[in-house]
């Protein structure tokens, strides 16, 4: 099987292994976050991207993140996962970006150009993504049937292999989920490798 939910932070390490494209750990975010996040988007949350050595992450974080009373939790959370890619990867350096998505970004199915990378939705809905059998479909240009298409959880971090990380079939192929009528604005972190 190429996909494995595992219920830690430390489970996410089962993405080493040959022919799993994807990990991933729901989690419950705490309550007083997810009621103050929508307000957070709402004020026209700046994107970060910030690269530096995982363990410099979070006091990164503390300066590019506006003031709320959540700053102090969402950087150190965004360093607990920066810092989980860096051990997965063996890099020291990782690059991390955090941003409030407004529209479509990235609505077609794609595998991304790197070895592995960490996802996480604070608000709004998850990463999609395919399972192997069904990445003909996409490949294609088919239409995958909606009840053939897997959505993280809110809150669910994932870790999944790209174009350079892949031991199996296929790399994980994922898309952001278009946006609906209604849907809330994503609050969306990614992490990486660096590259040098």
């Known amino acids: 099987m190429h996909v494995r939910e595992v219920d830690s932070v430390e489970g996410l390490a089962i993405i080493r292994r040959p022919g799993v494209n994807l990990t991933f750990w729901p989690r419950a975010l705490p309550a007083e976050v997810v009621a103050y996040l929508p307000a957070m988007v709402s004020a026209g949350l700046t994107p970060v991207r910030c690269e530096a050595p995982h363990d410099a992450i979070e ?50 199915f794609h595998a991304d150009a ?25 490949d294609h240009g088919g239409d995958v049937p909606e009840d053939r298409i897997y959505e993280m959880a809110t809150g669910t971090v994932g870790v999944f292999k790209g174009l350079r990380g892949v031991t199996g079939k296929h790399p994980l192929i994922h898309r952001s989920p278009p946006r609906r009528p209604g849907d809330p604005v994503r609050l969306f972190l990614a992490v990486d490798p660096a590259t040098h």
């Not at 969402?74 to 810092?83: C, G, I, K, N, S």
């Not at 070895?115 to 479909?137: F, K, M």
């Open 59 to 108: 006091a990164e974080l503390r300066t590019l993140l506006p003031p709320s009373p959540f700053r102090d939790w969402l950087a150190a959370d965004a360093a607990l996962l920066a810092r989980t890619l860096a051990q997965l990867t063996g890099t020291r350096r990782v690059v991390l970006r955090i941003e409030a998505i407004v529209g479509d970004a990235c609505r077609l």
């Open 114 to 138: 790197v070895a592995l990378r960490l996802v996480t939705t604070y608000e709004g809905r998850g990463t999609q993504w395919l399972s192997d059998a069904d990445v003909d479909i996409s």
